[in-house]
């Protein structure tokens, strides 16, 4: 298996631009990745436990961005040997010393031998792609026999629930919506995931929901996800008002300081094994 970086023009991975992703630019953007990762990665990670993503390796974590969850990863599964790709060789620079070699390539064409890898882990990827079919067929290719295909999604209609809830906010989640969809992306392919991974020829497609709430975070850690500054981009675009930022800024401030404020966040992890392996089916077998 190739473990050197592979040199490509670096690319945009879809809707995901990272530098124009949130205030603050590159830097921003790597540090709300980071944010994100601590927010939710132990949940995450205890279903792909469970599903066995971490018993065979190597692992190929496609779309590793800045290695946040690499890291996490090789910290949390020392054992376990990663691989971290992305598109984007100046965001993927930064996960040098994730304790993973980083691999430079489209999800789509990866610069990979069939069947070289046990696992893969598809971390927030699917939601920017244009057509995720390609990206899925690849992954089967370089699956072994029996290895596993992990995906880590969300869908904005199934997003989480708040406490107090500001129905003003409606236009401004549509307008982030509609940016995405407008440059490539799906921010519902949630609850299209199952199917997806059944048509591209995986086996044992098994859904399994996480929540992560500031019952057990600070309502703070949940910046990433409910601030304002991923919206100032969409000021500078044009696809966001003034106006609509000053109030989401006004309304996550109110958010924070109410006592009895409450707040869960949704998401999904869908995984299939290539078929051709042992049966380990139903929830493969512990």
């Given at each position: 298996?190739?473990?050197?970086?592979?040199?490509?023009?670096?690319?945009?991975?879809?809707?995901?631009?990272?530098?124009?992703t949130?205030?603050?630019?590159?830097?921003?953007?790597?540090a709300?990745?980071?944010?994100?990762?601590?927010?939710?990665?132990?949940?995450?990670?205890?279903?792909?436990?469970?599903?066995?993503?971490?018993?065979?390796?190597?692992?190929?974590?496609l779309?590793?961005?800045?290695?946040?969850?690499?890291?996490?990863?090789?910290?949390?599964?020392?054992?376990?040997?990663?691989?971290?790709?992305?598109?984007?060789?100046?965001?993927?620079?930064?996960?040098?010393?994730a304790?993973?070699?980083?691999?430079?390539?489209?999800?789509?064409?990866?610069?990979?031998?069939?069947?070289c890898?046990?696992?893969?882990?598809?971390?927030?990827?699917?939601?920017?792609?244009?057509?995720?079919?390609?990206?899925?067929?690849?992954?089967?290719?370089?699956?072994?026999?029996?290895?596993?295909?992990?995906?880590?999604?969300?869908?904005s209609?199934?997003?989480?629930?708040?406490?107090?809830?500001?129905?003003e906010?409606?236009?401004?989640?549509?307008?982030?919506?509609?940016?995405?969809?407008?440059?490539?992306?799906?921010?519902?392919?949630?609850?299209?995931?199952?199917?997806?991974?059944?048509?591209?020829?995986?086996?044992?497609?098994?859904?399994?929901?996480?929540?992560?709430?500031?019952?057990?975070?600070?309502?703070?850690?949940?910046?990433?996800?409910?601030?304002?500054?991923?919206?100032?981009?969409?000021?500078?675009?044009?696809?966001?008002?003034?106006?609509?930022?000053?109030?989401?800024?006004?309304?996550?401030?109110?958010?924070?300081?109410?006592?009895?404020?409450?707040?869960?966040?949704?998401?999904?992890?869908?995984?299939?094994?290539?078929?051709?392996?042992?049966?380990?089916?139903?929830?493969?077998?512990?």
């Open positions: 298996m190739t473990t050197s970086p592979v040199r490509i023009e670096a690319g945009r991975a879809g809707s995901y631009d990272a530098a124009n949130t205030w603050g630019g590159l830097d921003g953007e790597v709300r990745l980071e944010a994100q990762a601590a927010l939710s990665f132990d949940e995450e990670l205890r279903i792909l436990r469970d599903l066995g993503l971490t018993r065979a390796g190597p692992l190929l974590e779309g590793a961005g800045s290695g946040a969850v690499t890291r996490r990863l090789r910290a949390a599964e020392p054992a376990l040997p990663v691989v971290a790709a992305d598109i984007d060789t100046v965001l993927l620079a930064h996960a040098a010393g304790g993973a070699p980083l691999l430079a390539g489209d999800a789509a064409r990866l610069p990979l031998r069939t069947g890898v046990g696992g893969v882990l598809l971390r927030y990827v699917l939601q920017h792609v244009a057509d995720p079919v390609p990206v899925l067929a690849e992954a089967l290719r370089v699956l072994r026999p029996g290895g596993v295909l992990a995906v880590v999604e969300v869908d209609m199934l997003w989480g629930l708040a406490d107090p809830m500001y129905g906010l409606g236009s401004v989640h549509q307008a982030m919506a509609a940016a995405q969809r407008d440059a490539g992306g799906d921010r519902q392919i949630g609850r299209k995931l199952t199917r997806l991974l059944r048509r591209a020829g995986f086996a044992d497609v098994v859904l399994r929901p996480f929540a992560t709430t500031n019952d057990d975070r600070p309502t703070d850690a949940f910046a990433p996800h409910l601030g304002p500054e991923r919206l100032v981009p969409l000021v500078a675009s044009g696809a966001l008002s003034m106006a609509q930022l000053a109030l989401a800024a006004d309304r996550w401030r109110r958010f924070r300081a109410d006592p009895d404020a409450w707040v869960m966040l949704l998401g999904f992890i869908v995984t299939g094994t290539a078929p051709g392996g042992p049966d380990v089916s139903p929830e493969r077998k512990q």
